[in-house]
């Protein structure tokens, strides 16, 4: 029988230790060890039954139970104890406060607020929002802010289902579940009113239909993240299934998925302002274009509270906004029919001040390689930003190249997208060995506030190796009984699975590869020679294990099959003590996954890996990496921290490609890692082997930290976003005024703007190093003024059909208008490399309110 009504009734805690609930509410607790364990310590076995969620264990407990507790005096201490430390966390001065300090003693203010826009939030396996490395990225992102005290808030959607969880048919196939989430009983409050009602927002549909949404709030430490929930009273089913699950549902419904989150978005940080009396927010960091409608909100916004024109607005909106891609893959990116745009923002619902036609403009594919009529949730981000990154170095090179027809008449290198690798949040990732070990041997668990980075190599090795071993095993232990139990769902009774006491062997070299299964992530590609494979694993005296992971879109047969596959094959008895395949990978998973592993393999195609940050989770337990040079390693593989597997690129055959590309990752497994792990000493350790994982500690340890990215991101973009911002808006908002009407001035004379002649004197025919070219252009501004725009000698090396590369610009300085009405500019420049040299003469607007020269994608060459 179903019930036909369902609610949660929340558990009321004595006075006593009342601060447990505060402790449960606050996700914290999701990375702050001691707080687990005074959980932990109520009682063991509820709480490894409540999958060691703090709300749910209390909820379990009966009214004797927490009488009980509440009479216990020295539990009572460690509640008031714990809530003290809390406090401590939420109130001091931390790095941000520090740095804003000193920021104001140079005359520039710190945001004082900045909202993190993102489909997706992966901060706890308790909180399942998320479906990959976006969502992790993210929960990383909001969780470092916090422990750096910065003035973050998170927008994002409560999906009803998550993502899927995932099991597999007895033949291998992936099926999904979709658990029904109760948001009363998770570390979630609802955003009410002042007369208790819950705060709702609300957005217009076609067809007279409207989208209203309740905010849920999780506290991420000190920062809020803000969840938007559509099933709610008053919507009609279809609206109601809006936020069900995350990446669900059709075109329609992912549209207006991403509706809710940009413009309801916007105005749920309007609804929490107005309710807490927090700043607003001054920057606006979209991550990924799925948040991309919220430009279009904060234009509204201004045209109907400001008096803004469209253009004005759009300036604003652009100088405060930070736009973050984390693809390199096209078909990773939303795209819509431009008429399914005409549909929600024409009509009757086209809003005042802002033109379907200037909106459809924003998404256009509008240049060479671009499709006509369709709209590009990507190419708006960009748009509606005027600061821009990729993911990792390499990333934003191929960002540049992806995008670069936004940018016409620029080289690549020039394109307005720099890059700012990723990073994660070590308390969430790291073991607790780890920290122990750290704080035994070194004083301190806190490497980076200390500079212990340096003072690895002091921990005995002995005491490494034990460590890691401990780890290992571990990672067996779960791994079992995660293949007990989906051994079970595939319909195998208890009398079949003996076999599974002995999977894994806690003294073999373990490989670990887990991600999404895309088909560029090549799940399958350690099984193009299955034969080869085997000897690896059942090696006499060198064998390696496997642990894989990994979930493929409900959508994607093609993913799902790689599945099967890689299942079929450990599935067979020959092997599959040596290599499994562990369902439903998700952050509690990888909290073992990554410490117990020896080796993390990634073997994407590249350069599709934007930036992968599993492989860094790995490195911080002192895991080694085993990895095709893309993403973040293409950066930061330096030789002795692991293994770089060789690429075939040029190969255009993708069959023979992966076939070389596996090759050599055999030879590598098989000549170069297994070498060093199983060259022992007398004492059984494997010197060379724990050097490396020292080095890796040493030289990886402080590169790969969310710190270092979110101190980036606030140094690098969201402070200059915020001055942007606040040099638009002033008395009257002068400075988008100025922009916008400087804009238009620019693009209505470009065309007639013209390099009419260069002379250059100061070398030979056969110049040399040292040697001074002089130049000097004659320019025709049409109504444009010298100060208006920049006229830059672009030089560098010559390649095929006289194509610039390695290119650098040196600024003309402008002289007088010649008798003819035309600028004269000159300038000089010093050789200072051999080889072949060619330069050419360039104009782009300049004005004080553009970021780059490259902004606008105007460019009048010689």
Not at 280 to 299: C, D, K, M, Q, S
Not at 595 to 604: A, M
Request: hydrophobic share 40%; proline share 6%; net charge negative.
């Amino acid at each position: 029988m179903k019930a036909i009504r369902r609610f949660s009734v929340r558990t009321v805690l004595p006075n006593r230790i009342e601060g447990l609930g505060v402790l449960a509410s606050n996700l914290r607790w999701s990375w702050h060890p001691p707080t687990r364990d005074l959980f932990q310590s109520i009682d063991p076995e509820k709480w490894a039954a409540a999958k060691q969620d703090p709300v749910k264990l209390l909820s379990r407990l009966s009214a004797d139970e927490l009488t009980t507790l509440a009479g216990d005096d020295e539990f009572v201490s460690r509640v008031v104890a714990a809530n003290e430390d809390l406090h401590r966390y939420l109130t001091e001065e931390r790095w941000y406060q520090r740095w804003s300090r000193e920021q104001e003693a140079r005359g520039a203010a710190a945001p004082q607020a900045i909202a993190y826009f993102s489909p997706e939030f992966g901060i706890t396996g308790v909180l399942p929002q998320y479906s990959g490395g976006l969502g992790i990225l993210a929960g990383d992102h909001l969780k470092t802010a916090s422990d750096l005290g910065a003035p973050i808030v998170g927008v994002g959607l409560f999906y009803k289902t998550g993502y899927f969880k995932q099991k597999l048919s007895r033949d291998g196939w992936q099926l999904e579940t979709y658990p029904v989430l109760d948001p009363d009983g998770l570390p979630l409050s609802l955003l009410r009113e002042a007369d208790d009602t819950p705060a709702v927002v609300s957005i217009d549909l076609p067809g007279g239909r409207v989208l209203n949404a309740h905010i849920w709030k999780a506290q991420v430490g000190r920062v809020p993240l803000l969840l938007l929930d559509s099933d709610v009273p008053g919507n009609d089913e279809a609206a109601r299934r809006v936020t069900e699950t995350l990446y669900g549902g059709g075109g329609d419904t992912r549209l207006e998925q991403e509706l809710l989150l940009g413009i309801g978005g916007v105005r749920a940080l309007r609804v929490w302002s107005r309710l807490t009396q927090a700043p607003a927010p001054e920057v606006y960091h979209t991550n990924e274009g799925h948040a991309g409608f919220l430009g279009v909100e904060r234009i509204a916004e201004l045209v109907r509270d400001e008096g803004l024109s469209f253009d004005e607005a759009l300036e604003a909106v652009r100088a405060a906004t930070v736009f973050t891609t984390h693809t390199p893959v096209p078909a990773g990116i939303d795209r819509f029919p431009a008429d399914k745009i005409n549909l929600y923002f024409g009509g009757p619902l086209e809003i005042p001040g802002v033109p379907v036609s200037r909106l459809l403009a924003l998404g256009a594919e509008d240049y060479e390689g671009g499709t006509p009529g369709i709209f590009n949730m990507a190419v708006m981000g960009l748009r509606l930003a005027q600061r821009a990154n990729g993911v990792s170095r390499l990333h934003g090179l191929v960002s540049r190249e992806m995008f670069d027809g936004l940018w016409p008449g620029f080289d690549d290198v020039e394109v307005p997208i720099t890059s700012i690798t990723n990073g994660v949040h070590a308390p969430t990732w790291v073991d607790r060995k780890v920290y122990d070990v750290a704080h035994t041997h070194l004083g301190t668990a806190n490497l980076v506030d200390d500079d212990a980075w340096d003072r690895i190599d002091e921990i005995p090795a002995g005491v490494i190796w034990h460590v890691k071993a401990e780890m290992r095993r571990q990672l067996i232990e779960d791994a079992r009984r995660r293949v007990r139990s989906s051994w079970r769902k595939r319909g195998a009774t208890k009398a079949e699975l003996g076999w599974v006491d002995d999977v894994l062997d806690p003294d073999v070299l373990t490989i670990g590869f887990a991600r999404r299964v895309p088909t560029y992530k090549r799940l399958t590609l350690m099984l193009s020679d299955p034969e080869r494979l085997k000897r690896l694993l059942l090696h006499p005296t060198r064998p390696i294990q496997l642990v894989i992971a990994g979930k493929s879109h409900p959508a994607d047969e093609t993913g799902k099959r790689l599945i099967q596959q890689m299942v079929q094959f450990a599935d067979d008895p020959e092997v599959r003590h040596r290599i499994v395949f562990l369902p439903n990978y998700d952050i509690t998973m990888a909290q073992t996954l990554y410490p117990g592993c020896d080796v993390w393999l990634n073997n994407p195609l590249r350069p599709f890996e934007a930036c992968g940050t599993s492989g860094m989770k790995a490195a911080l337990n002192g895991g080694l990496n085993l990895s095709i040079l893309d993403g973040w390693w293409d950066e930061w593989y330096d030789g002795r921290n692991g293994w770089a597997i060789p690429t075939a690129d040029g190969v255009e055959d993708p069959d023979r490609r992966d076939d070389i590309e596996a090759a050599a990752l055999y030879d590598l497994i098989e000549n170069n890692v297994t070498v060093p792990f199983y060259d022992r000493d007398d004492e059984g350790l494997p010197h060379t082997w724990i050097s490396m994982m020292t080095h890796t500690l040493q030289t990886l340890g402080p590169k790969v930290l969310a710190g270092r990215m979110v101190k980036e991101y606030t140094e690098r973009l969201y402070a200059p976003a915020a001055a942007a911002g606040r040099a638009m808006n002033g008395p009257g908002w002068k400075g988008a005024k100025d922009l916008a009407a400087y804009k238009t001035k620019v693009r209505g004379a470009w065309p007639q703007v013209e390099v009419e002649h260069v002379e250059s004197w100061g070398v030979s025919d056969s110049p040399q190093i040292g040697d001074t070219l002089h130049v000097k252009a004659f320019v025709d501004l049409a109504s444009l003024s010298p100060d208006e725009v920049e006229v830059q000698l672009v030089h560098g090396r010559v390649f095929g059909d006289d194509e610039l590369g390695d290119i650098a610009v040196a600024g003309l300085g402008f002289e007088q208008n010649d008798e003819q009405g035309r600028a004269v500019y000159s300038g000089e420049i010093c050789m200072d490399r051999t080889g072949s040299f060619g330069y050419s003469v360039r104009v782009v607007p300049k004005h004080g309110g553009l970021a780059s020269y490259a902004e606008m994608g105007l460019a009048r060459i010689a």
